[in-house]
Structure formats: C-alpha cells, structure tokens
C-alpha cells in the first residue's frame, strides 16, 4: 500500500486562539439627569435596531438551504440521480483528441461519494480501510478490485442482478460470502479478466465517458478548464474540496454545491475509480464506450481530491490492486433497465 503523506503546502496554519489585551477604559463622561435620558433611549432604540438586523440575518441563514449548512431539514438527501442518453465532446486540449461520444442508455448515478457508512453496511465496521474516519466521509484508500466487489455485494444485498463475473478455478465467487480480506491485495489475473454484464440493474463503477458526460453537466466546452459545476476558477471551491481549502483532508460528502446534473464532489474529495482500463483517445467517434483500443496502463480514476484540482476531463491511472490511503474512493452508477 502507498501511504499518502499529508502534504504541508504552507496555504493553512492552525492558529491557537489569541489572547486580548483590554485598553485602559477611559473615565466616564458626566450626564445630566436630561441627556441620560436621551442616551438611554437612544441606546434602546440601537438595540432594538441591531437586534432586528440580526434576526433579519438568522432567518436569511435560515431559509438558505446553502449544502455547507451540514446536517438538519435542509441537508441535501442522498440519491441516485437519472442521467439522460446523449452525446457530448470528451476531452480537451490537455486531454487530446476531443471526440465525439454517445451514450444510448441513461443510466443512475449516486449524487454522492460512496461513504464509510455505506461501505461499512456492505463490508462490516471492522473493514473501513479509510485513512480519515467518519461515516459522512467518503470512504478511501480502496482498491479497483474492493470498488467492484462493493458494487456485486450490495447489488446482492438489495436484491438487484450483479454486474460483474470473476471466476476462480473456472467457478463463479462466491460474492454473498466475500470477505473484505478474501479480495486480492496484489495483481490477479482472474481478477482482471472480470466481465461486465451492462444490461442487468446492479451497481457498478461508471465508464470513463459515462463519469466525464456527467460531471461536465451542461458544460460543453473543450477550450478550457471545466469543473463540475463552474468554468471560473475562483469559484472553485464552493464547488469541491481543493487543495486551497481541504486543510489536507477529506470532508463530509454533499457539502459544496452540486454541478446542474445535482451531483456533488464530482470534482475534488477524493479521486474516483472508473471502469475502463486507460488507452490513449483517439479522434474517432464512438458510441457507449467501455475499453480505450489499445490499453496502454491501469484502471482509470478521475475527478481531482483535495489534493489535486483536477478538471472533468482530466485522467489518470492506477493498477488496479493499487491503494492510495486517503485520496482514492468511488461513487456507483446502475444502467436504467426499465
């Protein structure tokens, strides 16, 4: 396992509180019985004044369902949210060809990072393998092999048709039954050769251009840096968890504002895992794409940590037995059947 070092990057300091030192008071002025009268009721009417204002900014706090509000009536609700068949320009002029993809099958993806509490409901308390703990934290430091037998267990669990088929001395795993430390820590072969059934309604990873057509949202264009959510740099981090203002770690999912598809941390928190090995692009059109035509390294992962301010079409890859504790996670999609 690569143990991910917290950076020092020198943009936060913790800071203990600071001691004040109070001025000397200066010697109260002498009122007359009238001019007391007069500063009292001018006192009065400032706090009455300041006391409006405030409850004036409280019921505006209030009623602003902003999603850094945290918990409570206006958290935002985890779901998997539709995403509508099209096609969109994949890529751009960092991650070359841009090309034309369509996808024909709207397909549900999870407005959420997979958390350690749902994690945990699928695998136990005793196989979170996060480096930063909390079940509202994105679960990480998860391998490719851990991120699809997730999918295949709670697929299972929740009565739907799993996706994926590993097989073993030529029989089926035992997926019901898998345990967190039966899944391979090294390179397998069997492993590799898992096959997707896209047809059936079980959880799986999303394709790489299934991932980057939702992240982008409306957002088409390839001429610049697009974030989920905002083509403005500076608007960056009411959008992700970044590396100007993560404080070098994870937080609680849902808590910046989602892109217009409502999906949140699609960019920063921690990478994602995608399905698709990594090939380079070509300048061909192509349609519900699930392998690049020649692979050229490991399983593709996307989307930035808070670390990295990775940009929606920004790629990168890893071996798929590969761990990064705290800045590799997932999120889960399932192909809309009916």
Avoid at 94 to 122: C, G, I, R, Y
Avoid at 217 to 225: C, E, F, P, R
Avoid at 276 to 302: I, M, S
Wanted: proline letters at 4%; hydrophobic letters at 35%; charged letters at 25%.
């Amino acid at each position: 396992m690569e143990k991910f070092e917290k950076l020092n990057t020198g943009l936060f300091t913790e800071q203990g509180a600071r001691s004040r030192i109070a001025a000397p008071c200066a010697a109260a002025p002498a009122f007359s019985a009238p001019q007391l009268r007069a500063t009292t009721r001018t006192r009065r009417a400032l706090s009455a004044a300041f006391l409006l204002a405030a409850l004036c900014v409280l019921a505006a706090f209030v009623s602003c369902k902003h999603p850094t509000d945290g918990g409570g009536s206006g958290a935002p609700e985890k779901k998997m949210v539709r995403i509508v068949e099209g096609s969109f320009q994949m890529g751009d002029k960092m991650n070359a060809p841009v090309h034309t993809v369509t996808l024909t099958k709207d397909f549900l993806m999870s407005n959420h990072e997979v958390t350690q509490a749902e994690w945990m409901a699928v695998f136990g308390a005793e196989d979170n393998p996060s480096e930063f703990k909390g079940d509202d934290l994105p679960v990480e430091s998860v391998s490719w092999y851990a991120a699809i037998a997730y999918c295949n267990k709670r697929s299972i669990d929740e009565g739907f048709d799993r996706c994926y088929s590993v097989k073993k001395g030529g029989n089926e795993i035992d997926w019901k039954n898998l345990k967190f430390n039966d899944i391979p820590s090294s390179k397998d072969d069997d492993w590799n050769k898992v096959e997707c059934n896209w047809d059936v309604n079980g959880y799986r990873l999303p394709t790489e251009a299934e991932w980057e057509y939702a992240a982008r949202g409306s957002i088409a264009d390839t001429d610049k840096d697009v974030w989920a959510g905002t083509t403005t740099e500076s608007e960056l981090g009411e959008y992700a968890w970044c590396m100007n203002n993560s404080y070098n770690k994870t937080h609680p999912i849902m808590t910046k504002l989602p892109n217009d598809y409502g999906l949140y941390d699609m960019s920063g928190n921690v990478f994602e895992w995608c399905w698709d090995w990594y090939g380079n692009y070509t300048a061909d059109a192509a349609t519900d794409p699930t392998e690049p035509t020649v692979v050229t390294a490991g399983r593709v992962v996307r989307g930035g940590s808070f670390i990295e301010d990775a940009n929606v079409a920004d790629r990168g890859n890893l071996a798929p037995d590969f761990t990064v504790d705290g800045i590799l996670g997932f999120r889960v999609v399932r192909t809309v059947t009916e």
